[in-house]
C-alpha cells in the first residue's frame, strides 16, 4: 500500500511539474 501511495505521488509530482513547464512556455 505504501508502493502504491508513493507510484501516485510521483506520477502527481511530474504531471505538476509538465503543467507548470507548460505555463511558463505559454506565459514566458
Do not use: N
Not at 1 to 22: H, I, N, P, S, T
Request: hydrophobic letters at 50%.
Amino acid at each position: 500500500m505504501k508502493q502504491d501511495r508513493r507510484e501516485f505521488l510521483k506520477k502527481a509530482g511530474l504531471g505538476a511539474l509538465a503543467g507548470l513547464g507548460a505555463a511558463a512556455g505559454l506565459f514566458p
